[in-house]
Nanobody, 125 residues
Framework: QVQLVESGGGQVQDGGSLTLSCAAS????????MGWFRQAPGQEREVVAA????????HYADSVKGRFTISRDNAKNTVYLQMNSLKPEDTGVYYC??????????????????WGQGTQVTVSS
């Protein structure tokens, strides 16, 4: 059973930056695609970014393209989310998730099988 632990959340001003990390254990990390999702109060969980096992294929939500960068280090069993030019609408709980397969199977929560506990990101105006 994989365990995913997110870190790096916090509160920043509009236009600020944060880097989230997700450390995985209990599975062969490099065998699976990984994703970052977020959930704002009263809203559904939505994909932010996803990355294939090799890092070659990457998907971003339109709302974060050009501002966020997902990456992974398979030697460290860690996936990252660099967030720049943050906006108040980026506020939410950010979750790391492991895909069912090596390639990105989809961008819905159902396409990912294991989840971290989440880390809060708050962007104030």
């Amino acid at each position: 059973q994989v365990q995913l632990v997110e870190s790096g959340g916090g509160q920043v001003q509009d236009g600020g930056s944060l880097t989230l990390s997700c450390a995985a254990s209990g599975s062969t990390f490099s065998n699976y695609a990984m994703g970052w999702f977020r959930q704002a109060p009263g809203q559904e969980r939505e994909v932010v970014a996803a990355i294939s096992w090799s890092g070659v294929t990457i998907h971003y939500a339109d709302s974060v393209k050009g501002r966020f960068t997902i990456s992974r280090d398979n030697a460290k069993n860690t996936v990252y989310l660099q967030m720049n030019s943050l906006k108040p609408e980026d506020t939410g709980v950010y979750y790391c998730a492991q895909g069912h397969y090596a390639l990105i199977g989809g961008a819905q929560p159902a396409d990912f099988g294991s989840w971290g506990q989440g880390t809060q990101v708050t962007v104030s105006s």
